[in-house]
């Protein structure tokens, strides 16, 4: 079984700084997919990163990256130049792909809020 | 946009009604899933289905149902509805059973009353 832990209810970022939102993570699978959504208030989910088990870099996608460390258990999502678009809930989510059929397991998210 | 479509975006009906939400995934997927998310339970995994058929299951309840239809499009039954049924459900697809990154539709927000 897996277990996504966000410890961050809610977290405040200026206007063009970098954050970065914790996550980490549980399971006993071997080969695993960490992923980062994001929702804001109009409520849909919006996939932003992925992060394989295997993949030796951190992922990274535009504004995003992943700060993965496997030994540490950890899959924290950064933000760089945030924007005032960039305030959402996120989400980290995991998925264990040895059965090939593993749902995706969520935490209870973040609440990122840019200031202007 | 996500490519994968949901029908309604809102839905309010009475306690003990039977209400069907609609998905079809993006071009080419042929995975479906769906998730529920309440605030007190948050974002929970009910079902998948691949290419027509059940694949897993998760936290589904008994009043609940989903099929996948040839044309790939899923439905998800909610029966003898309860206030606790109140909730954003989310259809996800991906193009294969496994490893794949899921996209989420907008999501049917149920209001049960």
């Known amino acids: 079984a897996q277990k996504i832990t966000q410890t961050q209810p809610g977290m405040f970022v200026q206007e063009k700084e970098a954050v970065t939102l914790d996550c980490t993570y549980d399971t006993s699978d071997q080969s695993y997919g960490l992923f980062w959504y994001k929702q804001p208030s109009s409520g849909e989910m919006i996939f932003l990163i992925y992060?394989?088990?295997?993949?030796?870099q951190n992922a990274t996608e535009g504004r995003y990256s992943l700060n993965f460390q496997k030994a540490r258990k950890s899959a924290n999502l950064v933000i760089s130049a945030s924007q005032l678009g960039d305030s959402a809930m996120y989400f980290c989510a995991m998925r264990g792909l040895e059965e090939g059929n593993t749902p995706l397991v969520f935490g209870k998210g973040t609440r990122l809020s840019v200031i202007a | 946009d996500s490519g994968v479509t949901q029908t309604p975006k809102h839905l309010i009906t009475a306690t003990g009604q039977r209400v069907t939400l609609r998905c079809s995934p993006r071009s080419g997927d042929l995975s479906v899933y769906w998730y529920q998310q309440s605030l007190d339970q948050g974002l929970q995994f009910l079902i998948q289905y691949y290419n027509g058929e059940e694949r897993a299951k998760g936290n589904i309840l008994e009043r609940f149902s989903a099929q996948q239809f040839p044309d790939l499009h899923s439905e998800l039954n909610l029966s003898s509805l309860e206030l606790g049924d109140s909730a954003l459900y989310f259809c996800?697809?991906?193009?294969?059973?496994?490893?794949?990154?899921?996209?989420f539709g907008p999501g049917t927000r149920l209001l049960v009353l």
């Open positions: 996800a697809s991906s193009v294969g059973p496994a490893q794949e990154t899921q996209y």
């Open positions: 992060q394989g088990s295997y993949d030796e």
